[in-house]
């Protein structure tokens, strides 16, 4: 006996992302091992996907019998061949009669999870989104968006594959070797499309407050109620600019658009920077906000502007979070680094939810108290970007901490072979790994490099781009798998992508190169 735990209808490309969620949180919720996870809502994005494009519209009936999972499509017209045969090869089952689509997936024995819970929580799931509601409330802005949306349909399409292949699902069953071009050319695409939306949508929203703004001028001679309503569209634009504005920035740290600038950045001053910020955060609420440094270094090399926006990201959220109590931020020393904590006594998350929170949009059902899903999946990026690590533990009712752990002090690495055919480049790098490198090797061109590279154990190559007969492109080739290379060049190009990093010759300080031997040592382990 099946029992039925929520229905939905897939009319669009919006429709299949959401009822691939609803597949994943049921197959979560059932017990199912991860990458059963993974392929039922691989199958239903299959199979929904098929139907949109054939411009019929999927009813899907999510259920639970004793032994497995049971997904039901009804169509309104065809069985798409393509759908149901890409969604038969995930499933356990896969059986048609004639619009009927009928799928399971075993379940794990023993294990009997409240059907009741289940069903609460898919329908937590199926409320309208934010965009949704932005959308009724500001018809010429979304306007606009779905316009965008249209024309860019086929792009989705594909950053849709592209994040699949991301989660290794394409590897798994052996397509990567045939799309992965075609990703990369999606990648490049999501990322001209972002930069139209930014032209596209922030300058109308930024009018729109603007103007709204005025209107809520006391002199505007508005009444109580159209104050009312001015203030409404002020927020809903308000929140779309944010949303749009997160959008941007995990674009770009997903395609690694943004440019590090390490430098010694003075923790006192930053702490101080942030109590600034968060003190409006607060007001009004009671809630206690105390930043501390317990014997932590009195600076740390990393990227100040990143730093910065990590922690205002962990602290706005705590304080959202937080009802009454304190929110606390704490820096103190680590072994190879600090550790920064910021920990907070508001709602919590439950257990299984911890790891869900850092998937961009993703919200802790029952949970929402605005924001765009996008924060703590931006601040992850930006902590692995400075070769650090975000994690999360928290209980229900009891609270939250988030830690994020950097590494600091300068690395030690063996051998370095610095390749530049200019003796006074070579001699500003060798004298900015003094302390760095316990044995450092000149090369002219990269003939002579690969020679040393050859000739003995070298742990780190710094080569040019423009040497003369083998330059450093040529290098590249030829270096072992495993030995890490930066490129320092005086031309503006692109990483090489045999290179752990590039460094512009007229942007070289010791801080930067620091930096850099530092991620590429811990890339290579």
């Not at 411009?55 to 169509?75: E, M, N, R």
């Not at 989104?129 to 249209?150: P, Q």
């Not at 550790?339 to 919590?348: A, K, N, P």
């Not at 302390?435 to 450092?440: M, Q, T």
């Amino acid at each position: 006996m099946t029992t039925e735990l929520a229905t939905f209808h897939v009319r669009d490309l919006a429709g299949v992302f959401a009822a691939r969620r609803l597949g994943r949180e049921l197959a979560a919720e059932l017990d199912l091992d991860h990458q059963d996870q993974v392929r039922v809502a691989t199958a239903i994005s299959e199979i929904s996907r098929s139907a949109i494009t054939f411009g019929q519209t999927a009813f899907i009936a999510f259920g639970a019998a004793p032994d497995s999972l049971v997904l039901t499509v009804t169509l309104t017209g065809e069985l798409p061949e393509e759908g149901a045969v890409a969604a038969g090869r995930l499933m356990d089952t896969a059986v048609a009669d004639g619009k009927v689509f009928r799928m399971t997936k075993r379940r794990p024995h023993g294990v009997t999870p409240d059907l009741g819970t289940v069903r609460q929580r898919l329908a937590a799931m199926l409320p309208e989104s934010t965009l949704d509601e932005l959308r009724r409330n500001n018809e010429d802005l979304i306007a606009a968006l779905e316009d965008l949306r249209k024309q860019k349909e086929q792009l989705l399409e594909l950053s849709a594959e592209l994040e699949e292949t991301n989660r290794g699902v394409v590897a798994l069953y052996g397509e990567l070797d045939q799309k992965s071009e075609q990703l990369r050319a999606a990648s490049e695409s999501k990322d001209r499309f972002w930069a139209n939306v930014s032209h596209e949508l922030r300058t109308p929203l930024n009018s729109v407050i603007g103007l709204t703004r005025l209107l809520a001028d006391p002199a505007g001679g508005l009444g109580s109620e159209q104050l009312y309503q001015v203030e409404l569209i002020r927020n809903a634009s308000g929140t779309l600019l944010t949303l749009v504005n997160d959008l941007l920035d995990v674009a770009k740290a997903e395609s690694g658009q943004l440019v590090l600038d390490p430098s010694q950045v003075s923790l006192p001053a930053l702490l101080a920077t942030l109590r600034g910020l968060i003190k409006p955060m607060a007001e009004g609420k009671p809630v206690e906000v105390v930043v501390s440094l317990e014997e932590a270094p009195a600076t740390i090399l990393t990227d100040e502007v990143a730093l910065t926006a990590i922690l205002r990201n962990l602290l706005s959220n705590a304080i959202k979070y937080t009802d009454s109590g304190e929110v606390k931020l704490t820096v103190r020393p680590a072994p190879d680094g600090i550790e920064i904590q910021v920990s907070d006594t508001g709602t919590g998350i439950p257990a299984g939810q911890i790891e869900r929170v850092f998937e961009e949009f993703y919200q802790v059902p029952g949970a929402r108290r605005g924001g765009t899903g996008l924060g703590l999946p931006y601040a992850r990026r930006l902590a692995r970007l400075l070769d650090g690590e975000l994690t999360l533990t928290s209980e229900p009712g009891r609270g939250t901490t988030a830690v994020l752990c950097l590494p600091d002090g300068l690395p030690s690495v063996g051998t370095v072979v610095v390749a530049d055919d200019d003796p006074g480049m070579r001699q500003v790098v060798t004298s900015m790994l003094t302390g760095i490198a316990s044995r450092v090797i000149e090369a002219e061109d990269g003939t002579q490099a690969l020679s040393a590279v050859t000739a003995g154990d070298v742990d780190l190559v710094l080569a040019d781009l423009g040497m003369p007969g083998m330059d450093g492109n040529m290098l590249l080739e030829r270096l072992p798998d495993g030995l890490p290379a930066i490129i320092i060049t005086g031309l503006d190009v692109a990483p090489p992508p045999r290179a752990a990093g590039l460094l512009r010759k007229d942007q070289l300080t010791p801080e930067r190169l620091t930096f850099a031997i530092r991620r590429a040592i811990r890339a290579a382990r």
